[in-house]
């Protein structure tokens, strides 16, 4: 499986940012996909993932202000962020869960700056 991230960037506080990930390769069997985030002095955390059917999980960090969108049974999810925080800088990494195996995008930076 590989998987393909694109947005992040650079926002100011309060502001909104998308991240996407989409699957290519292997992609029979892919049960969830979402997104980790690596913040400076924290372990990598998971931030929001789908399952296919649509169940969702999230940080309770991120709860009501994430929204994580899309089918792992298409490929393809967004994540939308919106009233970011400073605390929500960090690279974000989006992951892919097939057939009881991990697979991890590259990172994309978002940085909240005040």
């Known amino acids: 499986v590989q998987l393909q991230a694109s947005g992040g960037g650079l926002v100011q506080a309060g502001g909104s940012l998308r991240l996407s990930c989409a699957a290519s390769g292997s992609t029979f069997g892919l049960y969830r996909l979402g997104w980790y985030r690596q913040t400076p002095g924290k372990q990598r955390e998971l931030v929001a993932d789908?399952?296919?059917?649509?169940?969702?999980n999230y940080a309770d960090s991120v709860k009501g202000r994430f929204t994580i969108s899309g089918d792992p049974a298409k490929n393809t999810v967004l994540l939308q962020m919106n009233s970011l925080k400073l605390e929500d800088t960090g690279v974000y990494y989006c992951?892919?869960?097939?057939?009881?195996?991990?697979?991890w995008g590259q990172g994309t930076q978002v940085t909240v700056s005040s």
């Open positions: 992951y892919a869960l097939r057939l009881g195996d991990f697979y």
């Open positions: 789908t399952s296919r059917g649509g169940s969702a």
